[in-house]
């Protein structure tokens, strides 16, 4: 089982700033299979990347992702105030599908 | 629009069975994977099981195996999971998903609550 861990737990910053997320698998994720997810309280998570870097449907542009084999990173260029939310990475390169605990952004 | 509801859940002992059922609109629901997640009070998310089109191909996170039977009904578009001998720790909101692989589009799930 491919583990995840996120870093940092929480992150804390202001509106207009640069969030930076990291997600390092134990093992190489298969094809760049890793997707990033948003979830805000009460609410069902939401896609915003997969493949590692390719942006889901309506996602805007400031959020981005990169990274391959067991380091990959998510980053928001500039935040809004709906960004601060719980951001999770998944990866589903390989069985079973494996999320990390979550990186928490909130306002500084 | 793409929209998946789910309902079934509920509180109930430990012991018993539930089934969660998922309701699909917007797209064609015979052409996805789909999967379901679960989340603990507090918690991260959890891969719980996935299916895909036909019905030939079914995958379960090992702590519900032999426990947990997901299965899908194409000409009802809705995907069901039942949930068999429940245990406190699967107390979670239940959500279903289309699935590429990555989970595209969310239900806004039902709350399962297993307690004594």
């Known amino acids: 089982e491919i583990v995840l861990t996120q870093s940092p737990g929480t992150l804390s910053l202001s509106p207009g700033e640069r969030a930076t997320l990291s997600c390092r698998a134990s093992q190489s994720v298969s094809n760049s299979y890793l997707a990033w997810y948003q979830q805000k309280l009460g609410q069902a998570p939401r896609l915003l990347i997969y493949?590692?870097?390719s942006r889901a449907t309506g996602i805007p542009d400031r959020f981005s992702g990169s990274g391959s084999g067991t380091d990959f990173t998510l980053t928001i260029s500039r935040l809004e105030p709906e960004d601060f939310a719980v951001y999770y990475c998944?990866?589903?390169?390989?069985?079973?599908?494996?999320f990390g605990p979550g990186t928490k952004v909130d306002i500084k | 629009e793409v929209q998946l509801v789910e309902s079934g859940g509920g509180l109930v002992q430990p012991g018993v069975s539930l089934r969660l059922s998922c309701a699909a609109s917007g797209f064609t629901f015979s052409s996805y994977w789909m999967t379901w997640v679960r989340q603990a009070p507090g918690k991260g998310l959890e891969w719980v099981a996935n299916?895909?089109?036909?019905?030939?191909?079914?995958y379960y996170v090992d702590s519900v195996k032999g426990r947990f039977t997901i299965s899908r009904d194409n000409a009802k578009k809705s995907l069901y999971l039942q949930m068999n001998s429940l245990r406190a720790e699967d107390t979670a909101v239940y959500y279903c998903?289309?699935?590429?692989?990555?989970?595209?589009?969310w239900g806004q799930g039902t709350l399962v609550s297993v307690s004594s």
């Open positions: 493949a590692a870097s």
């Open positions: 998903a289309t699935s590429r692989g990555y989970y595209e589009y």
């Open positions: 299916i895909n089109q036909d019905e030939n191909e079914k």
């Open positions: 998944h990866q589903y390169g390989s069985s079973p599908r494996t």
